[in-house]
């Protein structure tokens, strides 16, 4: 999709940029960025118990 915009000379190698790929990467990485910002910005707070002994090991260091 890209355009040859001066003809090469003979001998000269085409040198012509495939950014296809390039893009292709970038709009999953965005679709990816999309679907996991809602999810992160409603995260679940959870209230952990710690077991006895770990609060004993808290309190006495």
């Known amino acids: 999709m890209a355009m ?3 003809a090469a000379r ?3 190698p085409l040198s012509e940029i495939n950014t ?3 893009i292709d990467v970038m709009l999953v990485l965005l679709i990816m960025l999309i679907v996991t910002l809602p999810a992160q ?3 679940v707070k959870l209230a952990h118990r710690f077991p006895a002994r770990a609060v004993r090991l808290r309190k006495s260091s």
Do not use: K
Request: aromatic share 0%; proline share 8%.
């Open 41 to 43: 910005r409603h995260a």
């Open 10 to 12: 003979e001998g000269e």
């Open 4 to 6: 040859n915009v001066g």
């Open 20 to 22: 296809t790929p390039l």
